[in-house]
C-alpha cells in the first residue's frame, strides 16, 4: 500500500470546515469521494489540521493509504479533475508509511486579514473582515507582540493533548504610515 501526501487549497465557504460529519458538506468529504471516484476504493483521508466552517486553506496537507497504480506526478492533476471547484491539489508525493499529515505536522500559520475600507468588496468579502471604521495599528501591534514566544495554549483546546504549548514566531503588519487597502 502506497501513502500519498497531497497538499490541498481550498475555499472553505460551502463546507462545514474540514472533518467529516453529518451536518453537511466538508472538504475531508469531498476529497474522499474524488478518491474514491479515481481508484474505485473508499479511502479514509487524513488531514493535517481540522479548519472550521467557511474557513479556507492555502496549503492543507493530507495524505491517505493507496493501492492505486496512477503514478505519483498524475495525482494531482487526476483529483483536480473530479474535485469540487472550491478545492484543488497543487502537488502529491509518496511518504514513508509512518508519515501522518496529523502527527507529522511541523507548523501551521493562520492569516487574518482585515479589509480597512469604506466600501465592502464583493470581491473579497468571503476573504477578508470588514472594518470600515479607522484602526488603531499600533495598538494592535502592540497586543500581537504579547503572543510572540512560547505559551501554553491548553486552556483553549477542546481535548487533552499531549502538550497545549505553542510558539508564535512572527506577524505581520503594515506600518502605521501605510495606506490601508
Known amino acids: 500500500m502506497r501513502n500519498i ?31 474514491k471516484r479515481l481508484t474505485g476504493t473508499p479511502t479514509r483521508v487524513t488531514g493535517a489540521g481540522r479548519t472550521d466552517a467557511g474557513v479556507h486553506a492555502y496549503a492543507q496537507v493530507v495524505n491517505f493509504g493507496s493501492e492505486a497504480r496512477i503514478p505519483i506526478e498524475r495525482w494531482a492533476p487526476a483529483l483536480n479533475s473530479v474535485l469540487p471547484q472550491a ?54 501591534q502592540e497586543a500581537m507582540s504579547t503572543l510572540l514566544g512560547r505559551h501554553d495554549f491548553s486552556a483553549f483546546a477542546r481535548r487533552e493533548a499531549e502538550t497545549g504549548v505553542r510558539r508564535c514566531a512572527r506577524y505581520c503588519a503594515r506600518s502605521a504610515g501605510a495606506r490601508a487597502r
Not at 497531497?6 to 469521494?33: H, I, S
Not at 496529523?102 to 482585515?114: F, I, N, P
Open 5 to 35: 501526501l497531497v497538499v490541498l487549497e481550498y475555499d472553505g465557504t460551502d463546507f462545514y470546515g474540514f472533518q467529516r460529519q453529518p451536518k453537511g458538506p466538508t472538504v475531508q468529504q469531498a476529497v474522499e469521494e474524488a478518491v
Open 87 to 140: 478545492i484543488a491539489a497543487s502537488e502529491a508525493v509518496e511518504v514513508p508509511q509512518e508519515f501522518h499529515a496529523r502527527k507529522c505536522a511541523g507548523s501551521k500559520t493562520y492569516l487574518y486579514r482585515v479589509l480597512n475600507r469604506l466600501p465592502r468588496s464583493p470581491l473579497e468579502g468571503r476573504y477578508a473582515h470588514h472594518c470600515p471604521g479607522s484602526l488603531d495599528l499600533k495598538a494592535m
